[in-house]
């Protein structure tokens, strides 16, 4: 089983998913910080957003491209670059500590739950609106969403054991 309960048996073999953790939070620091040395992203976001919204499968999806994020395009830009560089800052952070500590702390699964889930979001809109456009991108964002929601079910499962 990989992870045991109880004693320094849980921790050890948890070390095993904050490393996986680490290395994307790795992923997510290094998209967000090519989006903002590069500074290109949000000038190019309007055009990349037409091309999913016109070529979209799903009508659902198709309409919140058109309606909302076409027209929110620098907003959107700067929250997702943004957001993914904070990402991979607090899942790297947190991942590191729970690693090298091997202690818990409640602030520390605070802000690994909070990189994962603005993680898995922004995961879950690219992976919608993009992921129709090749095999590698739904599976890589298919992939990043996977292993950011089993690292939310272990941190709250954690979290849930020690409040009862």
Request: charged share 15%; hydrophobic share 50%.
């Amino acid at each position: 089983m990989l992870l045991k309960k109880g004693g320094d048996g849980f921790m050890k073999d948890a070390k095993y998913l904050y490393t996986i953790l680490l290395v994307n939070g790795f992923i997510a620091l290094r998209r967000g910080s090519g989006k903002i040395i590069g500074g290109k992203f949000t000038g190019t976001l309007e055009a990349t957003l037409t091309k999913f919204a016109s070529e979209n499968p799903s009508p659902t999806v198709k309409d919140l491209l058109t309606n909302t994020a076409i027209p929110s395009f620098q907003i959107l830009g700067f929250l997702t670059t943004w957001g993914e560089f904070l990402v991979g800052i607090s899942v790297i952070a947190a991942a590191f500590y729970l690693i090298v500590v091997s202690k818990n702390n409640r602030n520390i699964d605070l802000l690994l739950t909070l990189g994962l889930l603005g993680g898995f979001m922004l995961n879950f809109v690219f992976y919608f609106s993009a992921g129709w456009t090749s095999a590698s991108t739904e599976s890589l964002n298919l992939l990043m969403m996977i292993i950011q929601a089993i690292g939310l079910v272990f941190v709250l499962k954690k979290y849930y054991q020690k409040t009862r």
